[in-house]
């Protein structure tokens, strides 16, 4: 069983950084591809970013690009993303995800993950 246990979130000023941290407990950290998705308060969960099995491709949402980084180590079976130039409408719960698979790509679907953390909080005030 796969399971992933997310750090860093928090409050944080418009313009602000926040790091979050996802320890995903796996011997074959490698097998795994992982993304970030992100629910506010009355929307559906959307997608943030993503990353292949050896951190070789990202792929992040439109609203996040450029501010967002998606990164992982894989000596600490470790997902992150680095937030920077945060804004009020970032504020949400953020969910780390783990899929395994053979492909060296990412995948930007929830319904590609079986596997989910519990969520952190973000808050982002104006």
């Known amino acids: 069983q796969v399971q992933l246990v997310e750090a860093g979130g928090g409050l944080v000023q418009a313009g602000g950084s926040l790091r979050l941290s996802c320890a995903v407990s796996?011997?074959?950290?490698?097998?795994?591809?992982l993304g970030w998705f992100r629910q506010a308060p009355g929307k559906e969960q959307g997608f943030v970013a993503a990353?292949?099995?050896?951190?070789?491709?990202?792929y992040y949402a439109d609203s996040v690009k450029g501010r967002f980084t998606i990164s992982r180590d894989n000596a600490k079976n470790t997902v992150y993303l680095q937030m920077n130039s945060l804004k009020p409408e970032d504020t949400a719960v953020y969910y780390c995800?783990?899929?395994?698979?053979?492909?060296?790509?990412?995948?930007?679907?929830?319904?590609?993950?079986?596997?989910w953390g519990q969520g952190t909080q973000v808050t982002v005030s104006s």
């Open positions: 990353i292949s099995r050896t951190g070789g491709t990202t």
């Open positions: 796996t011997r074959t950290f490698t097998n795994y591809a």
């Open positions: 995800a783990a899929v395994g698979t053979a492909y060296y790509r990412y995948y930007i679907r929830s319904s590609d993950y079986p596997y």
